[in-house]
């Protein structure tokens, strides 16, 4: 969960209770599903005698208002709802209508806060008599679907630290609100029950399960913090054990300015480079290195401590660890030598790479060929400039360094794997390929945002 530290979220609508019981959760659900119901009635009624073009015109009008209407009331509950949209989102284009994906993309974490007394309740009945070691800001300085964050002090030492509370019942309606979102979308009729969807809620099933356990995150926090302890240009939030539980998590408060702010814009751009080459390298020793990734690719999940001194490093603080998944040696061994293949520009190599995984084995000579050149655009960040004159030449500075900002690469990659799929027969991607994709897009985003130029020599070779 992001925390801009240097806008409080004191200018946000406040409510006094969340929907977290099985009881009013169902009860929204099911209002929304007899609106859908009458909506569709209706909508099949006035069509039987329109010509078939301008019926199925009409039908997609209708099927992007009934994806914003569903959007607009899963929007109402927060919780992992909210999350399970988002999810669905970033991860579900393959088997959800674009429709659908589009109106999902809409929600939002940044909603309403849960008042002050709420959480202050929440709190005393986590922490007990240790509440009143802390002094509590009443203003959020982040929110999402599942929690918000506010900023303390330990009274006895000064210590500033920052509260992830997790809004009560939400980890316990999970189950429940997978569920009624199944429910939702197939009353819809929008979206077709297939075994690839039963998967994917399997899977967000999982990683929502994961995510409110704070006791896993704040042991993942810790792996991170002591990994990273020794290396300047990197901050990861100490965890403070006295004041964290299941559902509670407190962790040192460390300010710094979003991604987008103006202060990094105005930064000399040598100090850019480093920071985009710094944020980069964190995703190559996630999956390179480390073997677990944080999934989410939002970068809102990254401050930038800014130096005040030129002769000081700028600093990239890395937040929330609650989405962090694992990868088995299989996997990584693939992703090694695809990486390899880009970095050579080696279309043989590419394809050679692509064995040991179904998704792989099944594919025909002639998709295969196409995937790994899809795979040879994706990774040309990645490739050594002497081995890929297919970057193109305003790409690349004097310094042979590669200009994100300039390449459109997501534009490129989307309209090669589009037709990769309208052209060939194409299976599902693995679930894992498609969560390092979508961090591979994120941090795409993030590179182009801040404008780097990165050198892909001193960023793949330690990896090889």
């Known amino acids: 969960m992001a925390q801009n530290t240097s806008k409080p979220s004191n200018n946000k609508q406040s409510i006094d209770n969340l929907k977290t019981s099985g009881f009013e959760r169902r009860l929204s659900i099911a209002k929304t599903s ?39 009331e899963l929007g109402k509950l927060k919780g992992s709802v909210v999350k399970i949209g988002q999810m669905l989102a970033l991860y579900g284009e393959h088997v959800l209508p674009p429709e659908i994906t589009r109106a999902l993309q809409a929600l939002n974490d940044d909603t309403a806060t849960l008042s002050w007394p709420k959480i202050e309740q929440t709190l005393r009945r986590t922490l007990r008599e240790k509440l009143d070691e802390l002094e509590v800001d009443p ?76 006791d896993a995150e704040a042991n993942t926090t810790e792996r991170f913090y002591e990994r990273l302890i020794d290396d300047p240009r990197y901050i ?47 995703m190559m020793r996630e999956i390179f290195v480390w073997g677990e990734m944080q999934t989410d690719p939002n970068f809102g999940n990254y401050l930038v401590r800014i130096s005040d001194n030129e002769n000081e490093i700028d600093k990239l603080v890395l937040l929330d660890f609650g989405a962090i998944r694992q990868f088995d040696d299989g996997l990584l061994t693939i992703a090694h030598n695809l990486l390899r293949a880009g970095y050579h520009h080696d279309h043989q190599a590419m394809m050679k790479s692509m064995t040991g995984y179904e998704f792989f084995d099944t594919m025909s000579d002639k998709v295969r060929s196409d995937i790994a050149s899809l795979f040879l655009l994706a990774t040309e960040p990645f490739s050594h400039p002497d081995s890929n004159p297919d970057i193109p030449a305003d790409c690349l500075d004097s310094q042979n360094r590669y200009i994100w900002a300039n390449s459109k690469l997501h534009s490129r990659i989307s309209a090669s794997a589009t037709k990769a799929v309208q052209s060939f027969e194409f299976n599902l991607p693995p679930k894992e390929f498609m969560f390092i994709s979508r961090k591979f897009i994120g941090a795409y985003t993030f590179l182009t945002v801040v404008n780097a130029h990165t050198d892909s020599e001193k960023l793949v070779k330690p990896f090889l």
């Open 34 to 72: 007899l609106n859908i119901g009458r909506r569709w009635a209706g909508n099949s009624m006035s069509g039987i005698f329109l010509d078939k073009d301008t019926r199925s015109k009409r039908n997609q009008e209708f099927m992007e208002a009934q994806a914003n209407y569903v959007v607009e």
């Open 139 to 214: 203003v959020p300085i982040g929110t999402a679907s599942l929690a918000q964050v506010h900023r303390a002090t330990v009274i006895a030492t000064g210590e500033e630290v920052v509260l992830k509370i997790q809004y009560p019942g939400v980890a316990e309606a999970i189950d429940s609100d997978l569920a009624l979102f199944k429910r939702l979308l197939k009353v819809s009729n929008m979206v077709p029950q297939t075994r690839a969807l039963d998967t994917w809620f399997e899977e967000i099933r999982d990683l929502l399960h994961h995510e409110v356990d704070y």
């Open 236 to 282: 990861v939030p100490k965890v403070n054990r006295q004041y964290s539980s299941k559902r509670l998590l407190c962790m040192t408060y460390e300010p710094g300015v979003s991604v987008t702010s103006e202060a990094l814009q105005l930064l000399p751009h040598e100090r850019q480079n480093a920071i985009g080459q710094a944020a980069i390298e964190i």
